[in-house]
């Protein structure tokens, strides 16, 4: 848009008007508001008991194999400076030997609990793992050993977590996608405590507050469809338990609306858009991006909407489709306009005629690299008809 130079009525200096760039300002602005309540709808819908990852299956028996300078040395080989990690940062608390401790006995802070032989079992599966030099293990070892600096909460959450990816055993796409989702219920979940700490509402003098998160995990969790196994695992936090008065009635009502409002839906689809766009050859086949591609395959009836459109080799999602894609799976109905596009498709043609899209994932999915390989095949089949067919 440019501005123009309209002359008065009478004699004096020209008026500047720019009506087109005024124009255009105005649509940008509707477009915003529209999209910022689709967001707030969105919030609304997701965070409800019906959204919720539920808990893994429990892990099987996996039995003590390696002796304290073999469990040592798998941390030592895969996580630099390991040797030097302490347990909160207190000279001598050194993590190695707790680490050792643990895939021997268990975490002693679940000891007498449901969870005390599962996440021993995990533990020890993720080390033996490391043992035998599985390719990509180093990651989630190092995962578990920065853990170790932390209180046995942190380490429970990040055992169980690196052993359930490592067996290749993943939700399907909508239920990983409640799974992602509930990392951000849990986001939204720390800075309520955080909040809640500076306003004195609680004391915890803790630098890192994980046990006053947990009480509010294990209090506001349910209502909010937090991850069932976080708040399985909150609900088990003794230090919570004894450090903390319970929220209940409106107390907690009020705390699960404040959750609510701090919940980032738009830092959600952002992060969502570039974890999908990430998909390469290299992508773990239990990953976002392969296990969104293979959906793609099966559920959207313009599967090249997802690729770049140059070259149709990568995948290329942006923020509008990102909403679509949650709205279908979540709300299972679309919040834009009757006449919305996505890149030249009305946003209403973008998916196949439906049956239930979203489910609480009970049934694992075990992965394979070739299944990713083919998803990418498979949304890359129709490719060269649809961009002809919209440009």
Not at 6 to 29: D, I, Q
Not at 43 to 59: F, H, K
Not at 170 to 175: I, L, Y
Not at 189 to 208: F, V, W
């Amino acid at each position: 848009s440019t501005w123009l130079e309209l002359p008065t009525s009478g004699p004096g200096p020209f008026v500047h008007a720019a009506p087109s760039r005024c124009a255009s300002g105005c649509v940008r602005s509707r477009m915003a508001a529209a999209f910022e309540e689709r967001l707030r709808r969105l919030t609304a819908g997701v965070l409800t008991p019906a959204v919720q990852a539920q808990e893994p299956a429990e892990a099987e028996e996996e039995p003590l194999r390696l002796s304290d300078r073999e469990i040592e040395q798998v941390f030592l080989d895969h996580v630099p400076g390991v040797r030097d990690f302490l347990f909160r940062g207190k000279p001598g608390l050194h993590s190695l030997r707790f680490m050792v401790s643990v895939y021997k006995d268990g975490l002693q802070g679940f000891r007498g609990t449901a969870l005390q032989n599962h996440l021993l079992w995990c533990m020890r599966y993720v080390v033996h793992q490391g043992h035998n030099r599985r390719p990509g293990v180093a990651p989630h070892l190092v995962e578990v050993a920065e853990a170790f600096r932390e209180c046995q909460a942190v380490q429970a959450r990040a055992i169980e977590r690196a052993a359930l990816q490592l067996r290749n055993v993943t939700p399907d796409f909508p239920g990983l996608l409640t799974r992602f989702v509930g990392e951000y219920k849990t986001l939204a979940l720390k800075m309520l405590a955080a909040e809640r700490l500076a306003q004195g509402l609680a004391t915890d003098y803790d630098p890192m507050p994980t046990h006053y998160e947990n009480r509010l995990t294990a209090d506001l969790g349910l209502a909010l469809g937090a991850n069932a196994d976080d708040v399985r695992l909150a609900a088990l936090d003794d230090h919570a338990r004894k450090r903390f008065a319970p929220l209940a009635g409106e107390a907690a009502a009020a705390a699960a609306s404040r959750c609510r409002e701090l919940f980032d839906a738009r830092a959600m689809l952002q992060a969502f858009v570039a974890e999908v766009n990430s998909f390469s050859a290299e992508s773990p086949q239990e990953s976002l991006p392969c296990v969104f591609l293979r959906w793609v395959a099966e559920h959207l009836q313009h599967r090249h909407i997802v690729l770049d459109e140059e070259t149709a080799c990568r995948t290329s999602v942006d923020m509008p489709l990102a909403l679509c894609i949650f709205e279908h799976v979540f709300l299972g109905k679309l919040g834009g306009a009757a006449d919305e596009a996505i890149r030249g498709v009305p946003a209403r043609e973008l998916f196949l005629p439906a049956h239930d899209e979203w489910a609480p994932a009970t049934t694992p999915t075990v992965c394979t690299k070739d299944a990713c390989s083919e998803a990418m095949s498979d949304v890359r089949s129709t490719s060269a008809e649809s961009f002809d067919d919209h440009p």
